[in-house]
């Protein structure tokens, strides 16, 4: 099993690309099953999640090739086999995004309920409440979801959704399906996600007709048929705010090419607090900080609030910075499992419930640590980086699903960090 080793207490200079987003690469390549004609993605990151992902659509049928520049070219024309099976959905929740296109385009899905996942329950009651709210059947037996329209009807009928919560994946689903479903459906309480605004920027170029994108309510004007499209993926706002805090906690400087502050304000606001430099180039962000940063406290929340997806990563910046600090976690309810594992390199933190609180400051050295989830790995890594001596990240598949060669990308900014198998 692969690990991380870091000698830790090298400050980060240089530049880093960042890659296309996991979270709006994995909806898109499941939009490509909306239309009989071709789709090509462009700038699609190269992790584990869009490997699966693709291995899982081109079991359904749909043909799908990849180039080393970062393109996928997919065929969805003979797609003859409407199922997600456990064994390609156990390790990747987007694996649920099959279901709103499926069912949308064929009548007919049979997709696994998404494996389970270290950060909190994760249920998708939502995305079965809402296409059942536009006429689907849904039963769910031995662990799989079976999807079908009423007798008689050749297409999902439009519908006003207001789900319980905001939910991003079920609000992909809903838009997904709500592209070829007869007549207007109108998502209340929907995801504001630049990720959500990519793909319906996407289904618009294949024909869509939505509105309202990017706010909380969002109009889809069904249509027959959709056609085959060309998009670019949006940035990874997730993997531009872990390098901007490994650069704000070593105390070093880099230029983050491609990376969109308009998508990280709340992470960018914590950061100026901290002290740290952070500011808006031509084509990217720069960020620099000279150490003895101040810790912050924050709370996540949706977008565009401070992201759960980044909620690990700052607590390891506010380990190196001073005074204490109070992070609450609103999203998913066990969503600290690097906490024990950062305690291990010396941290000071306990936690309560939803809320971890951090005293910044103390000595980091290094140690071997079990990365946990894909976060929890990659706060684990920005704490090697700047601990005593050397760390041994342990299973850093969970980091693999999710960052395009993260540890290629920090050598390249000057930090001692390899793979090693053992
Ligand atoms: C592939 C992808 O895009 N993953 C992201 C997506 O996950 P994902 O879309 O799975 O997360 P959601 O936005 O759906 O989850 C938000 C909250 O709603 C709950 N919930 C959700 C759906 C449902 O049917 N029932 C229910 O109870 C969840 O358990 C969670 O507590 O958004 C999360 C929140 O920003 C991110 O951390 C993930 O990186
Ligand atoms: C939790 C995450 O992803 P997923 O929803 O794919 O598990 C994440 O990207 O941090």
């Known amino acids: 099993m692969d690990k991380l080793l870091i000698r830790g207490g090298r400050p980060l200079h240089g530049e880093v690309l960042i890659s296309g987003a996991k979270n709006a690469a994995l909806p898109e390549l499941c939009a490509a099953l909306l239309s009989a004609q071709p789709v090509t993605l462009h700038n699609v990151p190269r992790l584990q999640d869009v490997a699966t992902m693709l291995k899982l659509i081109r079991n359904m049928g749909v043909t799908a090739e990849r180039d080393d520049n970062g393109t996928v070219t997919l065929n969805a024309g003979a797609l003859n086999n409407p199922e997600a099976p456990y064994e390609l959905v156990k390790t990747m929740r987007a694996s649920v995004l099959a279901l709103g296109p499926l069912l949308a385009r064929f009548g007919h899905a049979k997709v696994s309920l ?3 996942c270290a950060i909190g329950s994760r249920p998708v009651d939502q995305h079965i409440k809402g296409l059942q709210a536009m006429g689907a059947v849904i039963t769910v037996e031995n662990g799989y979801m079976n999807a079908s329209l009423p007798e008689g009807w050749k297409r999902l009928k439009g519908a006003h959704i207001t789900t319980d919560m905001v939910t991003v994946t079920g609000t992909e689903n809903f838009l997904m399906a709500a592209a070829l479903a007869e007549g207007e459906t109108v998502l209340e309480n929907a995801a504001m996600e630049p990720e959500i605004t990519d793909l319906a920027e996407m ?7 939505i509105s309202g994108h990017g706010t909380s309510r969002i109009t889809i004007e069904g249509v027959e048929a959709l056609h085959g499209c060309e998009h670019a993926v949006v940035a990874d706002r997730i993997e531009a705010g872990t390098f901007l805090c490994a650069v704000a906690a070593t105390g070093g400087e880099a230029f983050l090419r491609h990376g969109r502050a308009d998508h990280l304000s709340a992470v960018i606001d914590k950061l100026l607090e901290a002290g740290a430099q952070v500011q808006t180039e031509e084509g990217g962000i720069r960020v620099r900080s000279q150490g003895r940063l101040k810790a912050q406290s924050f709370r996540t929340t949706e977008y565009p609030g401070f992201p759960t997806d980044m909620q690990a990563q700052f607590m390891a910046l506010n380990l190196v910075a001073e005074g204490p600090s109070m992070v609450t976690e609103t999203i998913f309810e066990n969503r600290f499992m690097h906490v024990n594992e950062m305690m291990r390199l010396g941290a000071r933190i306990t936690t309560d419930g939803r809320v971890a609180t951090v005293e910044g400051g103390a000595p980091l050295s290094g140690a071997t640590v079990m990365a946990t989830d894909l976060r929890a790995s990659a706060s684990l890594v920005i704490a090697g980086l700047v601990a005593k001596g ?11 699903r999710g960052y395009d060669r993260m540890e290629a990308k920090l050598r390249g ?9 053992q």
């Open 114 to 116: 998404p494996g389970g």
């Open 203 to 209: 289904l618009i170029k294949m024909g869509a007709r």
């Open 390 to 400: 050397e760390t041994l990240v342990d299973r850093i598949y969970h980091l693999d």
């Open 413 to 421: 900014l000057g930090a001692d960090i390899e793979r090693v198998s």
